[in-house]
């Protein structure tokens, strides 16, 4: 089956009414407005659809957060997860991982689009079909290197092969998913509250892939609708993709029907392209994460912030202790616990106040993990507007170790990146193409975050367990943001540096996951891994 398969399994009861009755609590001087107060009369109908209609033109939206919706949703590519439903903050998933979960053949979004031509529709499946080939035959490649490196950290566990086999062929899956196209079917759970579900309504045709969106939302819609069609009916109709910012951006720059006309390989948009990634790449100088931005006084900041929390003056607390207590976790036991309950606590909402901003390029496959960190969040680009028809991807680390797999790989990606600039040129639209494109392909972006949410984040994403490519780019967000705060990396390192000085035992949690090396004891500067 092709197109999304949505289910609503559970919502909160009457969402209308309860909007409703929540706004009007707010001038109610008996008291609490129930849900079932606001339709109880026809007189109270009257004033609840009024009291609605007001609220939803004045933009008091506040009162449709209250309801909440969770659906199963499957059926659909990677990339509308990555563009759409996972590109905003306010939204919950949990979504079926291709580091550890092994993708099923002809499991792949195929626009419908591509029913009004064979050729371009045969010539999308065999790169469906062949990148879904080359990711099984990667697997077989690179077992054995990840066997070999396995072993290296856990020698003693070499003598319970059978035990260990499953775990050496995930961490072989989890590169090879590197070669997998975006359009590669996901499955999850995704709960939102209404406004959300809102602004779903009216931005499904503002991504990457509007069709597939509009699809998906439409079946959201239509779900709620038989839930509850007072609050169905509220909701605005899509914007059309031809009233976007960016579509009108792109016309008038471009031209319209520039690219239909020229073909892709002659255009003025792969041009533009291509001086953009090499503008972009130069200005990274290397990395994978540039500090660009900060605040120029952000220990005095940090120190005044502590102090205003304490009602201290500088005399009595400075600055260097005034960090010492925001930042030690023997002194701040919060920054040691899993539940991450630091935005609870009065004097650890001081790092709000530092803020930092990156430069970033990663795949998009470590990027649809990064961008779950959603209270660090970031502009991320239409994804087309990046791609120049030459190869362009990121290499993983044991892909980069093993010859086999590296000649094997490097093959495959030049192979689909000169499918796809034919696909284009043979009258593909972008909509299409972008879903051909790989795993691998990268991300260039601006992300900004706070101290309190970077602290969260780098505790998490410098665990030896982490995504390779995160675990990279935090290291370097790491290191370059104690150039600003002298000393950060003397009390934020892995989480297991962290729980140690904490008080907190085992050091490590992860049992069985344990990645082998004492972390806790490591300096950030001699973090390096693998797998």
């Not at 009369?41 to 919706?69: N, W």
């Not at 979004?109 to 031509?117: A, E, N, T």
Request: hydrophobic residues 35%; neutral net charge; aromatic residues 10%.
């Amino acid at each position: 089956m092709n197109g999304p398969v949505v289910r609503l399994i559970d919502a909160t009861r009457t969402p209308y009414d309860l909007s409703i009755a929540s706004a009007r609590t707010c001038y109610s001087s008996k008291g609490i407005i129930y849900p079932e107060d606001v339709s109880a009369t026809p007189k109270a109908v009257e004033l609840r659809d009024r009291i609605a209609r007001s609220t939803l033109q004045a933009g008091h939206l506040t009162t449709r957060q209250h309801p909440h919706f969770i659906f199963t949703i499957d059926n659909v590519s990677r990339h509308l997860v990555w563009c759409f439903l996972h590109s905003h903050p306010f939204y919950n998933s949990e979504q079926v991982s291709q580091r550890y979960v092994e993708v099923k053949a002809d499991r792949y979004h195929v626009p419908s689009s591509l029913d009004r031509d064979e050729s371009l529709r045969s010539l999308y499946l065999q790169v469906m079909q062949k990148m879904t080939d080359a990711y099984f035959e990667l697997i077989r490649l690179l077992e054995p290197e990840a066997e070999r490196i396995f072993y290296s950290i856990f020698p003693a566990r070499r003598k319970s092969h059978d035990r260990w086999k499953n775990t050496i062929h995930k961490k072989a899956m989890e590169t090879a998913r590197y070669v997998l196209p975006v359009a590669t079917h996901t499955y999850l759970y995704h709960t939102i509250n209404g406004l959300t579900l809102h602004r779903y309504r009216r931005m499904a045709q503002a991504s990457d892939v509007p069709r597939e969106a509009k699809d998906l939302v439409d079946a959201m819609w239509f779900a709620v609708c038989d839930h509850d069609p007072l609050y169905a009916a509220e909701m605005r109709d899509s914007l059309p993709l031809e009233e976007t910012t960016e579509y009108h951006f792109f016309n008038e720059f471009f031209g319209s029907n520039r690219s239909e006309s020229l073909g892709f390989s002659g255009s003025i948009e792969k041009q533009i392209s291509k001086q953009f990634v090499r503008e972009f790449d130069e200005t990274l100088q290397g990395r994978i994460a540039r500090l660009c931005g900060s605040n120029a006084e952000a220990v005095r900041t940090l120190g005044a912030s502590v102090r205003a929390v304490l009602g201290m003056p500088s005399s009595a607390l400075s600055d260097a202790e005034a960090m010492a207590l925001l930042l030690d976790p023997a002194r701040n036991r919060h920054l040691g616990s899993t539940l991450n309950e630091s935005t609870m606590s009065r004097l650890t909402r001081s790092l709000y106040n530092v803020q930092f901003t990156y430069q970033k390029k990663i795949s998009h496959t470590a990027d649809s993990q990064d961008q779950r960190h959603r209270t660090v969040p970031a502009s991320r680009p239409v994804l087309m507007r990046q791609f120049t028809g030459d190869v362009d991807a990121i290499v993983p680390e044991l892909i980069e170790q093993c010859e086999p797999a590296r000649q094997y790989y490097n093959e495959q990606l030049a192979d689909l990146f000169r499918t796809i600039v034919r696909f284009l040129d043979a009258g593909g639209t972008e909509e299409e193409a972008v879903y051909m494109l790989p795993n691998a392909f990268p991300i260039r972006f601006y992300e900004s975050g706070d101290l309190l949410n970077l602290h969260h984040k780098w505790k998490a994403r410098t665990c030896y367990n982490a995504q390779e490519e995160i675990f990279r780019a935090s290291v370097e967000e790491l290191d370059q943001a104690a150039v600003v705060l002298p000393g950060l990396t003397d009390w934020l390192r892995a989480p297991c540096y962290l729980r140690k000085r904490s008080g907190e035992r085992p050091f490590c949690p992860e049992g069985d996951r344990f990645c082998g090396i004492p972390v806790w004891n490591q300096e950030l500067s001699e973090y390096r891994r693998v797998l």
